[in-house]
């Protein structure tokens, strides 16, 4: 039975056939997404529902686009994610290479407590972190929005950037300190450069994530002046009515910035900027 | 310039990696630094150049204390056992990095670059980037970004370890005329004695931090004074026996085993009049085969090494090894007869595996 089960594995036919199972039923959803914001609105109340739209329209996104203010989440989403990836990194950068490089008694314990804040489900923080906002007038700004996805994805970017450095070779720091660096300009301009590649996709997954946060948006913003698209897409779903079609446009042009970033990054990897850095 | 180490100590945390290192390194000298590793030879290469901060003691640079000098202010050149080139960076801007730093201006950086390369053989590639060049090129850019601002101390960490055997023999020729040529001070870490033996004016021998021994090649390996640099120095490693001293006749004889009986000569008589067992040394290449004076031994292995045999025999419980031409053809289980040159033989005390013979 064993062998058999081996001899079927074996077969690059079974891998293929494994993935198309499970990409099917990931992208099922975004594919019925994607289908559904090229129907008209009376086709997306249709039962039993149809798959294909029976005559292509641009209308949804023309809606979204021209006649509702999702332009105005989007830009509130480009301000929010540009502002929390900056201090993330900016932050980040200097913690993570301080943890890695100059280790000092608890510096172990510092990076333990920045991973801790992630072990409490965001949701029980709400309240705590609405307070804080409230008493320092902060609800319904930009601010606000950058500081709770900082303190969201602040801990996962050093975490990240840490294991970066921990690698960095050690020899390469030295090496430009004698050449006349000081440890800060070291570190600005051969370590940066170097793990630029790792460095940008931190800073690429800091953007998204901080794009498709939902919660925090929602809670801590309710003017559609701060409101970033996530939640934008929400004013879709009216009490009489859920316009399917336009929250599935809205999904569709919200994904497209996340679709581009990582095609880039996948290209930037490739280039692997670090070879020859040190013979190994 | 002249380096004075002055009871040079580095402990991380309980560990003591270098331990009390005194030593004086001449104007335009070259010292190699020779150890197995982990023995605190890099930490105290590392303390020189400024990266590391003694625990104890003062590093003198032509009498100056340079404790807290920071490195750049230290007027050293390094070269790493990775190159540690800046791989975002070309031939050209890595070489002339030090002189950017110094805000140099371009043209000199130019000038200069071209010829630090074209002095290293590697004028033709300062436009490519280091991962497009050979580990040999790599190792021309490093020597050139370490010299390119005219140190006045060249310090080696291990520079040829990354390097095939043939080119690191050349290289070994080459850094060792460029130093004379340039007459820098230099420091040169190595575990691979060899290097040091061919390159160095001087060598410290350290093991487990301490220094063992600061003399030059030829006293390191004719009067090695511990019986760790016995050793460790000397290619391949010196035969060593337990045996006792008896005194006949007003003359000193050791007993390696098998009943045999060497007669010590009067260079070779231990300072110390010693009782009981001591450790005996003799290098290969003073065992000889002797058809008159030698003794009776056969043959336990024969290893071709080129241009010699390396041949193993047994006398009592130990390996003796020593070299022959290959010419002989010598075979397993041959029968033959071998003499030691006892004017060559070394003397080691067992416990405080100090030499007897020189201290």
């Known amino acids: 039975m064993r062998k058999i089960i081996a001899r079927i594995l074996e077969k690059p036919l079974t891998s293929y056939l494994l993935l198309i199972i499970i990409l099917s039923i990931m992208l099922a959803p975004i594919i019925f997404t994607a289908l559904t914001s090229f129907k008209t609105r009376a086709e997306t109340f249709r039962w039993p529902p149809s798959y294909f739209p029976e005559k292509l329209t641009l209308e949804a996104y023309h809606e979204v686009l021209f006649r509702s203010p999702i332009a105005r989440h989007l830009l509130n989403s480009l301000i929010i994610a540009i502002g929390t990836t900056t201090i993330v990194m ?18 172990k314990t510092v990076l333990l407590i920045f991973i801790a804040t992630r072990i409490i489900p965001p949701i029980s923080l709400l309240v705590p972190f609405y307070i804080i906002m ?9 601010a606000c929005l950058m500081i709770v996805n900082t303190f969201l994805w602040y801990p996962f970017a050093i975490w990240m950037l840490k294991s970066f450095f921990d690698k960095f070779p050690r020899e390469l720091i030295d090496s430009a300190i004698v050449d006349g660096c000081t440890r800060t300009s070291a570190f600005l301009k051969i ?11 931190v800073a690429i997954i800091t953007f998204l994530w901080t794009w498709n946060e939902f919660l925090y948006g929602i809670i801590f913003s309710n003017t559609r002046a701060v409101q970033p698209i996530t939640v ?16 599935a446009a809205t999904a569709i042009i919200t994904a497209l910035p996340g679709i581009i970033l990582f095609s880039i990054a996948q290209r930037a990897i490739v280039k692997g900027l670090t070879a020859g850095a040190v013979k190994g | 310039m002249k380096v004075n180490l002055m009871n040079l100590t580095k402990k991380f945390g309980p560990v003591t990696a270098v331990e009390r290192i005194n030593l004086d390194i001449k104007d335009g000298e070259f010292v190699a630094f020779l150890g197995p590793s982990g023995c605190g030879k890099t930490t105290t290469l590392l303390m020189v150049a400024g990266i590391y901060k003694p625990s104890e003691g003062d590093i003198f640079f032509d009498g100056q204390q340079v404790n807290n000098f920071p490195p750049k202010d230290r007027d050293i050149g390094m070269v790493f056992q990775s190159y540690a080139l800046y791989p975002h960076m070309s031939v050209f ?123 030059d090649p030829e006293n390191l390996h004719d009067r090695p004074n ?34 045999l009986k060497l007669a010590i000569p009067d260079s070779r008589k231990p300072k110390k009049t010693v009782k009981g067992r001591v450790r005996m040394g003799i290098r290969p290449q003073n065992i000889h085969i002797d058809s008159k004076e030698g003794f009776d031994t056969r043959v336990f292995l024969v290893e071709p090494m080129g241009r010699d045999d390396l041949i193993v025999c047994k006398v009592g419980n130990t390996d003796v090894h020593f070299l022959v031409d290959p010419i002989m053809r010598l075979k397993m289980e041959d029968s033959i007869k071998l003499k030691f040159d006892m004017e060559k033989s070394q003397f080691f005390d067992t416990e405080t595996e100090l030499s007897l013979l020189w201290g």
């Open chain 2, 226 to 259: 511990t019986l760790f640099i016995a050793e460790f120095i000397g290619n391949p490693p010196m035969n060593l026996f337990d045996v006792e001293i008896q005194s006949e006749g007003g003359k000193l004889f050791a007993n390696p085993g098998d009943g």
């Open chain 1, 90 to 107: 900016i932050g980040g950068l200097f913690t993570a290479f301080g943890l890695s490089q100059y280790k000092f008694r608890g510096s």
């Open chain 2, 93 to 215: 801007q890595n070489l002339s990095y030090p002189l950017l730093l110094k805000k140099r201006p371009k043209d000199e950086m130019k000038i200069e670059a071209q010829r630090i390369a074209d002095m290293m053989g590697i004028g033709g590639l300062l436009k490519r980037k280091p991962g497009q060049l050979s580990g040999g090129q790599q190792q021309r850019v490093a020597l050139g970004r370490a010299l390119i601002k005219k140190p006045k101390l060249l310090l080696f960490d291990e520079p040829l370890s990354n390097l095939d055997a043939r080119l690191r023999i050349s290289m070994r020729g080459e850094i060792k005329k460029l130093q004379k040529d340039l007459g820098i001070t230099s420091i040169y870490v190595t575990h691979d004695q060899i290097e040091a033996l061919t390159m160095a004016d001087r060598i410290a021998v350290i093991k487990d931090g301490i220094l063992q021994a600061y003399t």
């Open chain 1, 191 to 201: 370590v940066i450069p170097v793990s630029a590649v790792g460095i940008a996709s």
């Open chain 1, 134 to 142: 409230s008493v320092l007038r902060l609800i319904n700004t930009y």
């Open chain 1, 232 to 247: 934008g897409a929400h004013y879709f779903v009216g009490d009489e009515l859920v316009q399917w079609d336009s929250i």
